[in-house]
């Protein structure tokens, strides 16, 4: 009302706006937290990859499996999994062929 006089009065629409952004982006930052992925879940995804792997496998297997997780990522829990005796190495070097030790 008294737009075209220029008597108008702003401050109850922008109020109106400003809580309206408030509340989505509370929204949104909620939602955000909820989708934020748990601290080691790449670790989970190659130990679960390495649990249904049958046979002997390499390195590149398992990144097929999980090709969010990088190679490093992915040596590192292999490491871990052969000082704990879950893996062993059949093979050294480029073509590294790997075993669960409780398949055999």
């Not at 190659?46 to 992915?74: H, K, W």
Request: hydrophobic share 35%; charged share 35%; proline share 4%.
């Amino acid at each position: 009302m008294g737009w075209h006089q220029g008597k108008h009065d702003v401050l109850p629409w922008f109020t109106y706006l400003l809580s309206t952004w408030r509340r989505a982006y509370r929204e949104f930052e909620e939602r955000a937290e909820r989708q934020r992925p748990k601290r080691g879940a790449k670790t989970d995804l190659v130990e679960y990859a390495l649990q249904n792997l049958i046979g002997p496998f390499g390195i590149a297997d398992v990144e097929m499996l999980c090709p969010s997780v990088s190679r490093d990522t992915i040596r590192l829990v292999m490491n871990r999994w052969r000082k704990q005796d879950k893996l062993e190495m059949l093979a050294k070097g480029r073509d590294a062929k790997w075993q669960r030790t409780n398949i055999k």
